[in-house]
């Protein structure tokens, strides 16, 4: 393919670049499954195009592919493009050809993570990046490029899939150290430049590099337990975001480490008791709210579940209700055509009469089925009324929770303030009397000025803790009243949208019945 290629690219280096458009797109469209398949291919929406080949087309710069959200195969080979861009959208690609180009770095394919192969042979790419979001990567083609390091190689090991890379007429090739590291390294390959792995080979080189394969296994080790940390904390943190308590559990560390103020008392150990007693009755406090706030979101979740199954599992009945009225009138529909249809033995009158009575019965059907709309309608209300009133009631209990959390919270700050004030107080009377020694320059100039330290610091810090905790408590209030509120307005914007929608099929079905009705009198 190389040489046929060389030579297309020496014919098209004369023309002028080529921008991609519609026409160039609907000819590039590839359509398996016979002549007939590939005739319709210009035709075909371009969402629902799987395969597109722009090689050879003199292209300079990749755009205008917006509509091909489920585009799998892109061939953008033997062209002129510089720069990878404009395909972050295109998230179902496996396949992506973009070899002999001018590209030279590798950047635009963090999204394209379902990609399995990848070619960016005959560019000028000097080093492997932009890809570490590919994982599912099965096939790396980058030969003929100015990759350099063995270093470089190494970072392909991040792809668990990677079993076939072809890295052939890059200077790294040179390099003694070349192969060995790659079958050393990439644990599944299979296939390096075109030829089948020999596990003799692979053997030697992890023996080779044996300590550097230990030093990994125990990176990668320590790697996964920090990733798991944190996907725990994250998941941790996106529960307690659900059951409306965020940031509460670090509420106490995060009021000391805001509080400027506070941060003075740290010179005087006199005052670390009191913290302590603080952090302490703190952490009792939230383990006891967290159980009960987690137990409470929980029953909002079983309450919208039950509410769920009750008020779709009523949908499917009344549905099926309408379905079986439906049903029956379109057999007697079916009848009445068929008595129409005798050429023989039916009158003019006779027919009119037929239309008649199917017109009737049509209107009844319209009747029937917007009686039954309102009465469900009605039910539905009731669901919907039922599930306020427990919902609500779960809200008030949670409102109730925050509530005496954050009333033990200012009580605790205000015992903690107390004993603060009592220990500043004996602090000063010891330190007027000479009775504090040693003392370092910054907490002398801060006890200087007894006034300053029990207004400024002492209360000032005092009534930041007790902002920050108000400031908490208001923040989880609002956000209660405002998930209610949300929660029970999608209800009802939803249950309206169905009624209505019912309505309109109703009414638009029974308009379609009469139209055929007045054709078939039309034509008596």
């Keep these: 393919r190389s ?12 023309t002028e670049p080529e921008v991609i458009d519609i026409p160039l797109l609907e000819e590039c469209i590839i359509v398996t499954g016979g002549e007939k398949m590939a005739q319709e291919s210009k035709f075909l929406p371009f969402k629902q195009v799987g395969w597109l080949k722009l090689s050879f087309k003199n292209i300079v710069r990749i755009e205008n592919l917006v509509g091909f959200t489920g585009l ?31 590209i030279s770095e590798i950047q635009g394919l963090d999204q394209l993570t379902k990609l399995t192969d990848l070619c960016l042979t005959h560019n000028q790419i000097k080093k492997l990046e932009g890809i570490s979001t590919l994982q599912d990567l099965e096939i790396f083609s980058c030969a003929n490029n100015e990759i350099s390091l063995t270093e470089e190689l190494q970072t392909l090991r991040i792809f668990p899939k990677l079993r076939v890379v072809n890295f052939q007429n890059n200077p790294v ?14 644990k599944h390959l299979k296939y390096l430049d075109f030829r089948l792995v020999d596990d003799d080979k692979v053997a030697s080189a992890k023996e080779q590099y044996f300590s550097d394969l230990q030093q990994l296994m125990i990176d990668d080790a320590q790697e996964a337990q920090v990733k798991k940390r944190e996907q725990e904390i994250a998941a941790t943190n996106k529960l307690y975001q659900q059951a409306n308590m965020p940031g509460v559990e670090m509420l106490f560390k995060t009021m000391q480490a805001e509080d400027m103020e506070g941060e003075k008392l740290k010179l005087f150990p006199e005052f670390q008791d009191p913290l302590d007693d603080f952090a302490d009755d703190f ?7 967290k159980v009960n706030m987690l137990d409470l979101y929980h029953k909002k979740q079983d309450e919208k579940n039950k509410f769920g199954r009750n008020y779709y599992g009523a949908i499917e009945a009344v549905d099926q209700k309408s379905k079986k009225m439906i049903s029956d009138h379109k057999l007697l529909k079916k009848r009445t055509k068929q008595k129409l249809e005798q050429t023989c ?79 500043a107080r004996d602090l000063l009377t010891k330190y007027a009397a000479g009775e504090v020694l040693n003392l370092a320059d910054e907490a002398q100039q801060v006890l200087a000025d007894k006034d300053a330290f029990m207004t400024g610091v002492v209360t000032g810090s005092h009534e930041f803790k007790i902002s920050k905790i108000d400031g908490k408590d208001e923040e989880i209030g609002k956000r209660e009243n405002a998930n209610y509120t949300e929660t029970v307005d999608k209800i009802l914007a939803e249950e309206k949208e169905r009624s209505r929608t019912r309505t309109d099929d109703v009414l638009a079905m029974v308009e379609f019945m009469h139209r055929e009705i007045d054709l078939s009198l039309i034509h008596i």
């Design 283 to 289: 952490k009792d406090a939230w383990e006891s709210f």
């Design 3 to 14: 040489r046929e290629g060389m030579a297309n690219r020496k014919a098209i280096e004369v």
């Design 72 to 102: 799998e195969k892109l061939q953008l080979d033997n062209n002129h493009i510089r720069r990878i861009e404009n395909l972050d959208h295109l998230t179902n690609l496996t396949w992506l050809d973009l070899s002999f180009n001018q």
């Design 173 to 186: 090739c040179k390099d003694p150290e070349y192969q060995p590291v790659l079958l050393a390294f990439l």
């Design 345 to 423: 033995g039916v009158s003019p009158d006779e027919r009119k009469e037929l239309l008649a009575e199917l017109r009737g019965r049509t209107d009844e059907l319209k009747q029937h089925l917007l009686e039954l709309e309102m009465f469900q309608v009605e039910q539905y209300e009731d669901l919907i009324m039922q599930f306020e009133d427990k919902f609500g009631s779960i809200r008030s209990k949670t409102l109730d929770e925050a509530r005496v959390f954050f009333e033990k919270m200012r009580d605790m700050q205000n015992v903690y303030f107390e004993k603060i004030q009592e220990r």
